[in-house]
């Protein structure tokens, strides 16, 4: 993240530099008295680059927050880049209306007042360089014009990709694990977990063998319970070999990781077992496939099947669902 802060701060100086440009070159028309029109303020060619500048920086920060949801949907830098996007929009329409548009205000002739086509010299000095001007400013509209565009591009994206999370294979790429049948569990030195080494209430973090312990998918959270008290789905009767199960460690509330175990110390006046998320207590059923019993987690977390090899716990099949926030996977919530 601090290379990310480092980026904002930058992007920061950048833009205060720009508006400091645009507003010290800001200038007045004096001359009311020789024309029907009074001019508050004038285009710059710095002012229209300063605000083609800052478009491109609003694409490229828009672009940014596409390219981090699909890769890591860190819910930070989703922020930073669509919160960065709009602000370095607005500081461009600001600077536009300041400088870029011209403001001007009709003011009554005067007396002696000289018109340009009554042969006054000096206005149409004035007006042949006017037109000269504009035939010059004729790139920069151009360049405005594309970055405004390449802007509007990009923000529309940002704003349309997260609605692929409705869809189904979007998800299966997003949050793509390396769980499957034959996968053994191993700890985080990479040794291989005996089922033995459970009791019955107690839980510890396992990995998939090979995948990188840093990826949080990568992750379930194992418990043991005594099996009669197990009230899994039909389907998944044979998921959980001497009362021990496997959940994703990835709460599906907002990708926290879950590592608490709520165990009832006196079950008939105490609530079930259950896994609990420290981040904002979203509690989950482990009799009952992770059910959401308590907090703002919008679906159960995703079970994965065991069976017992040589006395190793071995994955007999992939999550039951995608590990991850039920934000980024509306259809399962």
């Known amino acids: 993240m601090s290379a990310v802060k480092a980026l904002a701060r930058g992007l920061w100086r950048y833009l205060v530099a720009a508006i400091l440009v645009v507003f010290g070159r800001r200038r007045t028309d004096e ?4 024309g029907l029109v009074e001019r508050d303020a004038r285009s710059s060619p710095r002012a229209e680059l300063a605000v083609a ?5 609003a694409a490229i920060a828009a672009v940014a927050f596409v390219l981090v949801y699909v890769a890591s949907l860190d819910t930070q830098l989703l922020g930073l880049a669509f919160g960065l996007a709009l602000l370095l ?3 461009a329409a600001v600077v536009a209306a300041k400088a870029v548009v011209v403001q001007e205000e009709r003011i009554e002739e005067r007396p002696g007042f000289s018109h340009p086509d009554g042969g006054d010299s000096e206005a149409v000095t004035e007006l042949e360089s006017t037109i000269a001007g504009a035939a010059d400013g004729i790139s920069r509209r151009r360049l405005l014009g594309a970055a405004t565009g390449a802007a509007g591009v990009a923000l529309g994206a940002a704003v349309v990709v997260p609605l692929a999370s409705l869809g ?7 949050r793509a694990n390396p769980w499957g049948a034959g996968v053994r569990l191993v700890d985080e030195k990479g040794r291989p977990i005996p089922a033995s080494v459970l009791e019955t209430g107690s839980f510890l973090t396992a990995f998939a063998e090979g995948a ?3 990826e949080l998918t990568n992750a379930v959270v194992v418990v043991r319970v005594d099996p009669s008290d197990l009230e899994l789905p039909p389907d998944r009767s044979d998921w959980a070999p001497r009362g021990i199960l ?3 460690k990835v709460c599906t509330h ?3 990781s879950v590592n608490l175990f709520r165990k009832p110390l006196y079950p008939p006046q105490s609530p079930g077992p259950a896994l609990v998320c420290p981040c904002h207590y979203s509690t989950f059923d482990v009799l009952r496939g992770a059910k959401v019993v308590f907090g703002p987690a919008g ?4 079970q994965l099947p065991l069976r017992i090899d040589r006395g190793d716990l071995v994955a007999a099949g992939g999550l039951s669902g995608n590990p991850g926030p039920a934000w980024s996977g509306v259809r399962e919530s």
Request: hydrophobic residues 40%; proline residues 12%.
């Open 299 to 302: 679906r159960p977390l995703p």
């Open 212 to 214: 990188p312990t840093e």
């Open 168 to 174: 189904p294979s979007v998800d299966d790429r997003l």
């Open 53 to 57: 500048a800052l478009l491109g920086l």
């Open 31 to 34: 001359s009311s008295e020789e």
């Open 89 to 91: 929009l607005a500081a």
């Open 254 to 256: 907002a990708a926290c």
């Open 246 to 248: 496997a959940y994703s």
